[in-house]
DNA sequence: GCATGATCATGC
DNA sequence: GCATGATCATGC
């Protein structure tokens, strides 16, 4: 049988490929999709479809690349569109399975370098929570090699994933270990226990992943959206090598521990205005060589969150740190592995600490931190709590002077983690899945999860 | 002085 | 209009 492209051939692939654009797989083979018997819930069909009828070979799940001679590797993905028309990725790019068994010989160059990995042609569709994916309309298409500046922190990435496994703790594995590359959970939930080498207990199944930020950049690539708004921190390859991400960040900030942050503002000619909303990410840019108006690249690749916290002079945060609020419809929807909560609670974080001194916030130190194993199976516990609580419709345990108390997890009940309003005021309301028994309302103010303020002082700060 | 509920202010 | 960082108010 000719075809129509070269399989040999990465240009010739490549190009093939990009004819796709502005198609669904649905109208184009209309007729040939109910022979490969695929199931709605197999996130994989678009790609399944794209492989056999569109490309006519057979899937393989080996460790060579799909596209063998040529060393191109098939992978299609979700699309978001922002309302300015911009792509995000949908999610995640998940890349092979990680064998632990034999992940612990492995070298970076023979693994991760050749393959599956080291060239990837994408296929990206516009998602569509009601469109099946495969009449879904392919957007973008395109190959991808890595930067070398990032194949540096990839290959790094990849040691620490290694180490952990090496270490008899692949069960500890969390994405907020690393910047671009995680080892995401994969598979059913719940379930895939697999065997580790070097400890008995067993882990969840994983798989090499990039981080939803790093796909961004992918799209923004291949979409030849102007790169423009983002600063670097990683100048070149030779920074690379030298330095990882932590060791610039905290050098760059470590010049000015001691100093207020009026002196740091001045040292930039920034406005000291503490009030507003931007100061501290403007410090933050200013200290790290950052234009006020662009983004950190590496901070958006990795999505590591910063957060800004004032300690008191006795070394306990002024507040406690919030996060999204929660809708109390989906909560109750979620398993813990898929929820919104552990989601965030397994990124990296920055912390930037500032204690006051004589009514004056004076620069302490920076840490980067990812939640450790033990404190995100705590925090389970006040998540658990708080969906088991708005499932039986007790949030609300008495009325006092007009003030509603809840049954949610406060912080005793936890000293990781409690559930607390976030809202404009009372009325500032998410529907409820069921009536609140005692006091009868379908609503209820918005609330979130927030780490104690005794844990970010005993856990992060001064550990 | 802390815990908990409530609210404010800014910026997009 | 809403998300987010920040702060207030009350009671123990």
Same mark, same amino acid.
């Given at each position: 049988?000719?075809?129509?492209?070269?399989?040999?051939?990465?240009?010739?692939?490549?190009?093939?490929?990009?004819?796709?654009?502005?198609k669904?797989?649905?109208t184009?083979?209309?007729?040939?999709?109910?022979?490969?018997?695929l199931?709605?819930?197999?996130?994989?069909?678009?790609?399944?479809?794209?492989?056999?009828?569109?490309?006519k070979?057979?899937?393989?799940?080996?460790?060579?690349?799909?596209?063998?001679?040529?060393?191109?590797?098939?992978?299609?993905?979700?699309?978001?569109?922002?309302?300015?028309?911009?792509?995000?990725?949908?999610?995640?790019?998940?890349?092979?399975?990680? *064998?632990?068994?034999?992940?612990?010989?492995?070298?970076?160059?023979?693994?991760?370098?050749?393959?599956?990995?080291?060239?990837?042609?994408?296929?990206?569709?516009?998602?569509?929570?009601?469109? *099946?994916?495969?009449a879904?309309?392919?957007?973008?298409?395109?190959?991808?090699?890595?930067?070398?500046?990032?194949?540096?922190?990839?290959?790094?990435?990849?040691?620490?994933?290694?180490?952990?496994?090496?270490?008899?703790?692949?069960?500890?594995?969390s994405?907020?270990?690393?910047?671009?590359?995680g080892?995401?959970?994969? $598979?059913?939930? $719940?379930?895939?226990?697999?065997?580790?080498?070097?400890?008995?207990?067993?882990?969840?199944?994983?798989?090499?992943?990039?981080?939803?930020?790093?796909v961004? =950049?992918?799209?923004?690539?291949?979409? *030849?959206?102007?790169?423009?708004?983002?600063?670097?921190?990683?100048?070149?390859?030779?920074?690379?090598k030298?330095?990882?991400?932590? /060791?610039?960040?905290?050098?760059?900030?470590?010049?000015?521990? $001691?100093?207020?942050?009026?002196?740091?503002?001045?040292?930039?000619?920034?406005?000291?205005?503490?009030g507003?909303?931007?100061?501290?990410?403007?410090?933050?840019?200013?200290?790290?060589?950052?234009?006020? /108006?662009?983004?950190?690249?590496?901070?958006?690749?990795?999505?590591?969150?910063?957060?800004?916290?004032?300690?008191?002079?006795?070394?306990?945060?002024?507040? /406690?740190?919030?996060?999204?609020?929660?809708?109390?419809?989906?909560?109750?929807?979620?398993?813990?592995?898929?929820?919104?909560?552990?989601?965030?609670?397994?990124?990296?974080?920055?912390?930037?600490?500032?204690q006051?001194?004589?009514?004056?916030?004076?620069?302490?130190?920076?840490?980067?931190?990812?939640?450790?194993?033990?404190?995100?199976?705590?925090?389970?516990?006040?998540?658990?709590?708080?969906?088991?609580?708005?499932?039986?419709?007790?949030?609300?345990?008495?009325?006092?002077?007009?003030?509603?108390?809840?049954?949610?997890?406060?912080?005793?009940?936890?000293?990781?983690?409690?559930?607390?309003? =976030?809202?404009?005021?009372?009325?500032?309301?998410?529907?409820?899945?069921?009536?609140?028994?005692?006091?009868?309302?379908?609503?209820?103010?918005?609330?979130?999860?927030?780490?104690?303020?005794?844990?970010?002082?005993?856990?992060?700060?001064?550990?």
């Amino acid at each position: 049988m000719k075809l129509a492209y070269n399989p040999d051939n990465k240009d010739s692939i490549i190009a093939f490929a990009k004819l796709l654009i502005g198609k669904s797989v649905q109208t184009e083979f209309k007729k040939d999709i109910p022979k490969l018997n695929l199931s709605d819930k197999d996130k994989g069909q678009l790609g399944k479809v794209i492989e056999e009828l569109y490309f006519k070979y057979k899937p393989n799940s080996n460790s060579a690349a799909d596209f063998k001679k040529a060393g191109l590797e098939l992978k299609s993905s979700g699309l978001k569109q922002l309302k300015n028309k911009e792509y995000r990725a949908k999610e995640r790019l998940v890349l092979n399975i990680i *064998n632990f068994v034999t992940a612990i010989n492995q070298k970076f160059d023979d693994d991760f370098l050749v393959g599956k990995n080291a060239h990837i042609l994408l296929v990206f569709y516009l998602y569509k929570k009601s469109t *099946n994916q495969l009449a879904s309309i392919i957007k973008l298409v395109g190959d991808w090699k890595y930067p070398s500046e990032d194949l540096e922190i990839i290959r790094r990435d990849w040691e620490l994933i290694k180490k952990k496994i090496v270490d008899g703790k692949a069960h500890e594995l969390s994405e907020g270990d690393t910047f671009y590359l995680g080892a995401c959970t994969k $598979g059913s939930k $719940g379930g895939n226990l697999r065997f580790q080498p070097n400890s008995k207990i067993q882990a969840k199944q994983r798989a090499y992943s990039l981080k939803q930020g790093y796909v961004n =950049h992918i799209i923004a690539s291949i979409a *030849n959206e102007p790169l423009a708004v983002y600063g670097k921190l990683i100048p070149s390859l030779a920074v690379a090598k030298k330095k990882t991400i932590e /060791d610039i960040v905290i050098s760059k900030f470590k010049r000015f521990y $001691g100093l207020t942050a009026e002196q740091i503002s001045n040292a930039f000619a920034i406005e000291y205005t503490p009030g507003t909303k931007s100061f501290y990410a403007h410090l933050t840019k200013s200290i790290l060589g950052i234009e006020l /108006d662009k983004e950190i690249e590496e901070f958006e690749k990795a999505e590591i969150i910063v957060k800004t916290v004032r300690l008191k002079e006795n070394n306990l945060p002024k507040e /406690d740190v919030s996060f999204p609020t929660f809708k109390y419809e989906e909560i109750v929807k979620e398993e813990w592995d898929e929820s919104d909560f552990k989601e965030i609670l397994e990124h990296k974080f920055l912390f930037v600490f500032f204690q006051f001194e004589n009514e004056e916030l004076v620069l302490r130190k920076v840490k980067f931190w990812n939640m450790p194993y033990s404190d995100i199976q705590e925090a389970e516990k006040v998540w658990a709590k708080t969906k088991h609580v708005v499932k039986k419709g007790k949030i609300v345990k008495e009325v006092k002077a007009g003030i509603r108390y809840t049954n949610f997890p406060n912080k005793t009940f936890n000293s990781v983690s409690h559930v607390r309003p =976030h809202a404009t005021n009372a009325l500032d309301t998410y529907p409820l899945p069921k009536k609140d028994r005692l006091t009868n309302k379908k609503e209820y103010t918005k609330h979130c999860f927030w780490l104690n303020s005794t844990y970010v002082r005993d856990e992060i700060y001064l550990k």
